[in-house]
């Protein structure tokens, strides 16, 4: 067996998809390592003399390791794109033209309207108590400027993590897929259930985690993923992954995947009802109202990209390596993998 073959694709000169992962990965884990370990001296160094840590320590503190750990990330992606996939940032989901800036914020309204709607079915069925409005933890910081940090915070969350699962992972799974008898869009279906999968897996050491609550992120990992095999760019998922993240924590004041909200929320909530709707400690997203959510957003991003694009169909250029070309001399593919002038 000819391991340079194993590792290294000599047509396309750089490491297969596996190892493209692998290495992304590996560098990611290790620089996050070296930031919470230089973190943690630092904040050692600061409290050494404090007799308990403020809770607007703490909320100052988890908010830059957060931070930190997805700036790390955005690093890593970038780094790994260049020098190990060999190709512009673009490809990844990121052509920033009207057409991308359009969907981005479609997506940030699709976010918002399916959490409200999570909200507003909770508050009619009686599950859901109004505690107060523009409340904050004790001690901590203001509401305004302090909703800006879980802002903040979301945006990076639904930058990093999209570019990551989708982008990323999804693309490379996608490219590693395709050939033989496998085709492109076959590839792409693969590749997205397996994304889905590690997405799901992620998420099921969070607090509060159950098997339901690692189904139901599952599902809405397909439903973060349809709007980026339909167009070929990040646009929508990023921006329903960001207003997902902030409605439902603070906005509504639901635990997102499992944790409550740090610095505050517009509306304070007490959830009650059956945990098996309202997804009880984990909240929103470990229920049958997400469920419902999810099938909203999938039915709405179909209609969306057939009104916008004139037809629904898998943008299969996301598993067809084409090269580091100059993209602005010979144009961007089209959700149909084609060329556009």
Do not use: C
């Not at 599902?219 to 095999?229: C, P, R, V």
């Amino acid at each position: 067996m000819n391991i340079r073959r194993v590792i290294w694709n000599p047509n396309e000169a750089r490491p297969r998809a596996g190892w493209r992962i692998v290495l992304q990965s590996i560098g990611w884990l290790a620089a996050i390592v070296v930031i919470q370990a230089l973190l943690g001296q630092l904040v050692h160094g600061l409290l050494a003399n404090a007799n308990e840590v403020s809770t607007l320590a703490k909320q100052l503190i988890g908010a830059t390791g957060e931070l930190l750990s997805y700036l790390t990330l955005v690093g890593s992606l970038w780094l790994a794109g260049r020098f190990l996939d060999r190709r512009p940032t673009g490809d990844f989901g990121f052509r920033f033209n009207r057409s991308w800036w359009i969907d981005f914020i479609f997506g940030l309204a699709l976010g918002a309207l399916l959490m409200t709607a999570v909200f507003v079915f909770e508050a009619a069925a009686g599950w859901v108590d109004i505690s107060g409005t523009f409340v904050t933890r004790p001690g901590g910081l203001a509401f305004f400027p302090g909703i800006l940090l879980p802002l903040i915070v979301y945006i990076m969350v639904g930058l990093g993590e999209e570019w990551w699962s989708r982008g990323y992972l999804l693309t490379n799974l996608a490219e590693g897929f395709n050939g033989g008898k496998v085709g492109p869009a076959l590839a792409i279906g693969l590749a997205t259930v397996v994304q889905g999968v590690v997405f799901a897996l992620l998420h099921a050491n969070n607090p509060n985690a159950s098997l339901v609550s690692t189904v139901n992120i599952l599902l809405i990992s397909f439903l973060l993923a349809l709007g980026f095999i339909l167009t070929g760019e990040l646009a929508i998922p990023i921006g329903l992954h960001i207003t997902w993240n902030f409605f439902q924590g603070a906005v509504f004041g639901f635990p997102v995947s499992g944790s409550g909200y740090s610095v505050g929320t517009f509306i304070a909530t007490r959830q009650g009802g059956p945990d098996l709707w309202t997804g009880g400690a984990f909240g929103p997203e470990a229920g049958l109202v997400a469920v419902g959510a999810v099938l909203l957003g999938a039915l709405l991003i179909l209609i969306w990209v057939r009104a916008r694009h004139g037809s629904i169909h898998l943008s299969t250029g996301i598993a067809e390596f084409s090269g580091m070309v100059d993209r602005d001399r010979q144009g961007t593919p089209d959700v149909g993998g084609r060329i556009a002038a």
